[in-house]
T-cell receptor, first 118, second 111 residues
């Protein structure tokens, strides 16, 4: 159980176009989903936290108009990179948690999406 | 905000040897996670530690959390090629679901 999928796994796009990445929890309902970005040889940096039915909370320095996050259902969150530029090329990973009243609920990670902007 | 420093940044170990990776926090840890990542792939959950002095083992990997809950170590015994990858520690603040990751340790196993 607790499987999270991402689609696509790899995407190459032209500069100026928009790209949508999907994150799905396959066998559980995810009240909270997280989006991370990872540069080569670096750790994961949290971009934003999204809760089903509400606006995403972005980390400092992350442009919310550039990285549009939609968490429309308990099993799907999408990240849209708008007007992509080469500097947006990166590895994007999502995670999902069940939320709840505990201080922390385990996050289950997707396999990641590698975005290359030409 | 919480900061996690991992050491070493990279490690090259001969197959069969033991190794230790450390994760040090700037604040008291309420939950410490260890993950493994193959390059270009998602994260594989290894272990979670919550109590001071806690120690958990799975196969040849042992993770410990010190009594002060500010430092954790990951120890691999008799390393194998399958252990190669990037090891990340992650921590959460109490009442906050955000997971902050450490700087990462790249492990290479040589025959």
């Amino acid at each position: 159980g607790a499987v999270v999928s991402q689609h696509p796994s790899r995407v190459i796009c032209k500069s100026g176009t928009s790209v949508k990445i999907e994150c799905r929890s396959l066998d559980f309902q995810a009240t909270t989903m997280f989006w991370y970005r990872q540069f080569p040889k670096q750790s994961l940096m949290l971009m934003a936290t999204s809760n089903e039915g509400s606006k995403a909370t972005y980390e400092q320095g992350v442009e919310k108009d550039k990285f549009l996050i939609n968490h429309a259902s308990l099993t799907l969150s999408t990240l849209t990179v708008t007007s992509a530029h080469p500097e947006d090329s990166s590895f994007y990973i999502c995670s999902a948690s069940t939320g709840g009243t505990l201080a922390y609920n385990e996050q289950f990670f997707g396999p990641g999406t590698r975005l290359t902007v030409l | 905000s919480q900061e996690l420093e991992q050491s070493p940044q990279s490690l090259i170990v001969q197959e069969g040897k033991n190794l230790t990776i450390n994760c040090t926090s700037s604040k008291t840890l309420y939950g410490l996670y260890w993950y493994k990542q193959k390059y270009g792939e998602g994260l594989i959950f290894l272990m979670m530690l919550q109590k001071g002095g806690e120690e958990k083992s799975h196969e040849k990997i042992t993770a410990k959390l010190d009594e002060k809950k500010q430092q954790s170590s990951l120890h691999i015994t008799a390393s194998q090629p399958s252990h190669a990858g990037i090891y990340l520690c992650g921590a959460v603040d109490f009442g906050n679901e955000k997971l902050t990751f450490g700087t990462g340790t790249r492990l290479t196993i040589i025959p």
